[in-house]
């Protein structure tokens, strides 16, 4: 017979159909079938053949006996119901939704606040959540989405990176997962304050003069009238949105908060959001490579940022981290695609485009732990000559 035919657990089917590890009980011989006395799981080739040899065509299997991967065991309801495996590409639509999602509500919740509304926490939760559970599962695509920036939107893209980031970074010091949602909530809503301040300060693509910079600082003061108004806000969320720019020497804004004064949410709140306001394209300047943004927040410690927390963020982000560009040894620039469980300078790049002939080459996927290149130097998208946005 070519087909398996089923009989509760025993099963009759073809000798040429027999695999390792199947636990055959009979025999079918003259038409009729035969117990047979050494019963048992096929552990060798020859057994088969010797099957084949006595002109045995088919035989009688115990399914339940058999081992698992010999093929015949059905799939448990279980393991029919486990989601499928999710590939990059699902992943990076996905944390495309997630981070569009969030930019529509911070600028859904600017304007209704700049109308004098109070701040609604349920959404913000509800996109905390989203954003742990992408973190949770692979941050690969959500960091490479995210360092795809425009400098038309940077309010609401640094709001929202922020908040990554905080989670990134809460994910990596092991913290529970409520303190990163709080986190993330004071993450979105940090700059909240900016609303109310003169656009013509906040957009100006020039230095500002003292005047202007102490107009700027006064976000943190709208902050704190916006915070009191928002009902069901946790003292962590207010935290965060209130004490980015404190500093550990006490002069920093708007309290004045000095040493221990600043909890340990309020301290990465203040590294996640100069680094990510260093990495960012604004309309005063170019954004800034990774690497260069970590010297910056060395040197701003141990006076301004905590030093011991500083090191760990250089960690937890990477040297090279998903999302930035890089420059291989043979010229070719890409974007770090893959770190997840890779040494820093071992990560999956996305080569675009070649230094050396001034041109777009196929994009090609190097995996650094099976290729004789490395990366020679990150690289900032001012330092190209073209558009890396497409390629994320």
């Known amino acids: 017979m070519s087909q398996v035919e089923q009989s509760k657990d025993v099963i009759r089917i073809p000798v040429s159909r027999l695999g390792l590890g199947m636990f055959v ?81 911070v600028r859904k919740v600017l304007s209704e606040t700049y109308e004098g509304k109070a701040v609604e926490v349920a959404p913000f939760e509800d996109i905390a959540d989203k954003m742990i559970e992408s973190v949770m599962d692979d941050a690969d695509a959500l960091k490479c989405v995210s360092a795809l920036r425009t400098k038309d939107a940077y309010l609401l893209e640094h709001s929202v990176n922020v908040a990554f980031l905080l989670v990134t970074f809460g994910k990596h010091l092991e913290l529970d997962k409520a303190l990163l949602k709080e986190m993330a909530v004071g993450g979105i809503l940090h700059d909240i304050g900016k609303i109310q301040v003169d ?50 020497d006490g002069n920093g804004y708007p309290r004045g908060l000095k040493g221990d004064e600043i909890p340990q949410h309020g301290r990465m709140s203040c590294i996640v959001d100069i680094f990510d306001a260093l990495t960012a394209t604004r309309c005063y300047k170019e954004a800034m490579s990774p690497a260069a943004a970590f010297k910056i927040l060395m040197k701003l410690t141990p006076f301004h940022l905590d030093q011991t927390l500083v090191y760990e963020f250089i960690r937890c982000v990477g040297i090279y981290p998903v999302g930035s560009l890089v420059q291989l040894s043979d010229e070719r620039v890409g974007i770090v695609w893959e770190s997840k469980g890779r040494d820093a300078l071992n990560p999956v790049v996305k080569c675009f485009y070649s230094l050396k002939h001034r041109r777009y080459t196929d994009v090609t996927f190097v995996d650094l732990r099976k290729s004789d290149l490395n990366i020679e130097r990150g690289i900032s998208p001012r330092s190209l000559e073209v558009d890396p946005s497409p390629f994320y």
């Open 199 to 248: 656009n013509k300060i906040l957009h100006k693509p020039g230095k500002l003069t003292d005047e202007e910079f102490e107009e700027i600082k006064k976000h943190q003061v709208y902050a704190v009238d916006i915070m009191k108004e928002a009902e069901g806000l946790s003292q962590i969320s207010k935290d965060v949105c209130l004490m980015h720019h404190e500093k550990l």
């Open 25 to 105: 009980v009979a025999i079918d011989r003259k038409e009729s079938k035969v117990a047979i006395s050494n019963a048992g799981q096929i552990k060798h080739r020859d057994s088969i053949t010797k099957l084949n040899q006595a002109g045995i065509k088919t035989v009688w299997v115990d399914v339940e006996r058999s081992s698992d991967n010999c093929g015949l065991k059905k799939k448990t309801a279980a393991s029919l119901a486990r989601k499928p495996v999710a590939t990059r590409e699902t992943k990076q639509i996905q944390a495309k939704k997630i981070l569009s999602e969030a930019k529509n509500l």
